[in-house]
């Protein structure tokens, strides 16, 4: 027996249509995502300033020399120029800061495999402190970029690379943040791409530059494992959608062994979405059924799955509280155990999210190279020297007094 709500069922709660029932929209009639679009703009504009930039500085908008780009686009050094995730630029390193003799980066505008570059003139934004001859893992001044944990998402290393993220940010991205809303799409998107970095940065290869957004979409993809598993019965093939989805996840893991992939971006972009998903997505159904909670997901805050169910929401609101306002006492009173043994597991996600990104942090500045010496593996192959690939490229400036 379920337990009465002073919620009404949105429109098409009580008795869902048949998936093979319901019509889908047109693409001009569907809600507009505006934050998807918009970040998809933002990224488009960066990748275009990218390729100015490169033909400025190098005469070809994408690489061809000394070696050529696979993703078509510039080079890393323009990359890591403009902003991608690159350790040296962030805090002190092994063979960087403590190094015998002083350092020769490649330049921004590099067409040879010789380094004639400054760390400050690798780095740019105003450039950081250049490591000296001699001295040590604790100098200070330190690098300190740190925005590089947050710019690389609106950075891509080519046209293969950023076409690929777009098709599935303006699909399967924006899909979700129809369905969700626009404030927690923005949430689990940024968070999850932040994440990502961070996690790379402390376990990924000390020379590897990174970009791009695939660890925010990634931390997307797990919204949706979590919304197959929250309707998981009544879904019309829930093992075929399973499966693909995790054979998808699979071949992006593989793809992300390439040399320029980064792995740890999709893994920890992933993790984070899991994290999320359970503090902001709505109950599972099951659960939703069992504490008698009738309420259409997503609508009050967001009007995450349409105007109609919105609509039917607000006239409820209405009935029930004036405008606008939140009555705690009424939103807790005559709660289920089984409801307050779901926000406990929410709360405890969210403390493990603060915790593990407080830790990562903590971790990332205070060690200046990874404990974990394998750990580099998960993100490249050991075969035609793709792991020496994100080792440093310097030269040592020698001179005699």
């Known amino acids: 027996m379920q337990q009465p709500t002073q919620y009404q069922p949105g429109t098409g709660m009580m008795d869902p249509q048949s998936p093979r029932g319901r019509r889908r929209k047109g693409f001009f009639k569907k809600k507009i995502a505006i934050v998807t679009y918009l970040l998809t703009f933002a990224q488009i504009i960066v990748f275009i300033v990218e390729l100015v930039k490169s033909g400025q500085l190098t005469g070809t908008p994408i690489e061809i020399k000394p070696s050529f780009n696979p993703m078509i686009g510039p080079s890393p050094y323009i990359q890591i120029h403009m902003g991608a995730r690159f350790t040296p630029c962030m805090k002190n390193v092994p063979g960087v800061q403590n190094s015998d003799a002083t350092l020769s980066f490649p330049c921004p505008n590099a067409t040879t495999t010789a380094s004639e570059c400054t760390l400050s003139e690798l780095c740019g934004f105003n450039g950081v402190p250049n490591p000296h001859a001699g001295g040590s893992l604790d100098d200070r001044p330190e690098p300190n970029q740190w925005f590089r944990f947050i710019i690389p998402m609106f950075l891509h290393s080519g046209f293969i690379h950023i076409g690929f993220n777009l098709i599935v940010q303006l699909t399967m991205g924006a899909d979700m943040e129809r369905m969700i809303g626009w404030w927690r799409y923005t949430i689990v998107y940024l968070?999850?791409?932040?994440?990502?970095?961070?996690?790379?940065?402390?376990?990924?290869?000390?020379?590897?530059?990174?970009?791009?957004?695939?660890?925010?979409?990634?931390?997307?993809?797990?919204?949706?494992?979590?919304?197959?598993?929250?309707?998981?019965?009544?879904?019309?093939?829930?093992?075929?959608?399973?499966?693909?989805?995790?054979?998808?996840?699979?071949?992006?893991?593989?793809?992300?062994?390439?040399?320029?992939?980064?792995n740890f971006s999709h893994l920890g972009g992933f993790t984070m979405g899991l994290a999320l998903g359970l503090c902001l997505m709505r109950s599972p159904n099951a659960l939703r059924e069992r504490i008698g909670l009738a309420r259409s997901p997503y609508v009050a805050m967001s009007g995450g799955i349409g105007t109609e169910a919105q609509n039917a929401n607000l006239m409820n609101a209405k009935a029930t509280e004036p405008p606008g306002r939140f009555n705690p006492k009424a939103f807790f009173s005559g709660r289920k155990p089984l409801w307050w043994a779901w926000w406990l597991v929410r709360l405890g996600a969210l403390v493990a999210v603060l915790v593990g990104f407080i830790l990562l942090i903590v971790n990332f500045y205070k060690y200046p190279s990874s404990n974990c010496s394998w750990c580099y593996r998960l993100s490249c192959l050991p075969v035609n020297g793709w792991c020496d690939q994100d080792n440093l490229t310097t030269t040592n400036n020698t001179s005699s007094n």
């Open 191 to 262: 968070s999850s791409g932040i994440w990502g970095f961070v996690l790379g940065g402390n376990y990924a290869g000390q020379g590897e530059a990174s970009c791009g957004c695939s660890g925010a979409l990634f931390g997307i993809l797990a919204l949706f494992v979590l919304d197959l598993l929250y309707s998981w019965n009544e879904r019309q093939s829930p093992w075929v959608e399973f499966i693909i989805m995790i054979l998808g996840i699979v071949v992006s893991f593989v793809l992300g062994l390439l040399p320029g992939l980064d």
